[in-house]
């Protein structure tokens, strides 16, 4: 059964840095691309920021460009967020997801992934 586990999250202050990880269990290189979401309650589940399945290709929503950082070792079955220069409006649950390793491309529509982790919590003090 396909598992992605999220870790990293924490509270940190507006400016600071966090780096949230997500390691799939029987190796990232079975999937396609990789993407971040976050979600506050009451909210949809908005997308962060995407990889493909090598890496190579990212996909940033406006709201992080320039801040945050997507990257992917599938030696390591693990895809990082960095993100730096962290705003209160940044805190939320973020969430990795997973596309089939059949699929192609890389997507902010978070209803064409199908793999999901369970979140980690990121807050952000003013």
């Known amino acids: 059964q396909a598992q992605l586990v999220e870790s990293g999250g924490g509270t940190v202050r507006a400016g600071g840095s966090l780096r949230l990880s997500c390691v799939a269990s029987g190796g990232m290189s079975n999937y396609g691309a990789v993407g971040w979401f976050r979600q506050v309650p009451e909210n949809d589940r908005e997308f962060v920021a995407a990889?493909?399945?090598?890496?190579?290709?990212?996909h940033y929503a406006d709201s992080v460009k320039g801040r945050f950082a997507i990257s992917r070792d599938n030696a390591k079955n693990t895809v990082y967020l960095e993100m730096n220069s962290l705003k209160p409006e940044d805190t939320a649950v973020y969430y990795c997801?997973?596309?089939?390793?059949?699929?192609?491309?890389?997507?902010?529509?978070?209803?064409?992934?199908?793999?999901w982790g369970q979140g980690t919590q990121v807050t952000v003090s003013s």
């Open positions: 990889c493909s399945a090598s890496g190579r290709s990212t």
């Open positions: 997801a997973a596309r089939p390793k059949v699929s192609i491309g890389i997507t902010p529509r978070s209803w064409e992934y199908d793999y």
